[in-house]
Nanobody, 121 residues
Framework: QVQLVESGGGLVQAGGSLRLSCEAS????????MGWFRQAPGKDRGFVSS????????LYADAVKGRFTISRDNAKNTVYLQMNSLKPEDTAVYYC??????????????WGQGTQVTVSS
């Protein structure tokens, strides 16, 4: 079956960096766009970033543009999210997803279990 496993979350001070990873199995990884979403307590799950199957096109939410970078390694079935200049408002559970390229949740067919990112002020 399809599995998406996130890792790399943790506690970091404001201004710091984290790199999230999401390893996929059970699907033709290079045929899928990959996305990152996040959900803070009491809020809906919102779009963070997406990368097209070949990696040539990327999308970012305005709130993370210029600070976060999405990338993928199709040989390793893994997508990454490099997060720099982290702010307390970036605190959330971060989910990776596989599906079609774009910022809408409904485009994604498969989801990971999430990894917690906490940014202290």
């Amino acid at each position: 079956q399809v599995q998406l496993v996130e890792s790399g979350g943790g506690l970091v001070q404001a201004g710091g960096s984290l790199r999230l990873s999401c390893e996929a199995s059970g699907l033709p990884f290079s045929s899928y766009a990959m996305g990152w979403f996040r959900q803070a307590p009491g809020k809906d799950r919102g779009f963070v970033s997406s990368i097209q199957w070949g990696g040539s096109s990327t999308l970012y939410a305005d709130a993370v543009k210029g600070r976060f970078t999405i990338s993928r390694d199709n040989a390793k079935n893994t997508v990454y999210l490099q997060m720099n200049s982290l702010k307390p408002e970036d605190t959330a559970v971060y989910y990776c997803a596989a599906g079609s390229y774009g910022s809408v949740r409904a485009l994604y067919d498969y989801w990971g279990q999430g990894t917690q990112v906490t940014v202290s002020s």
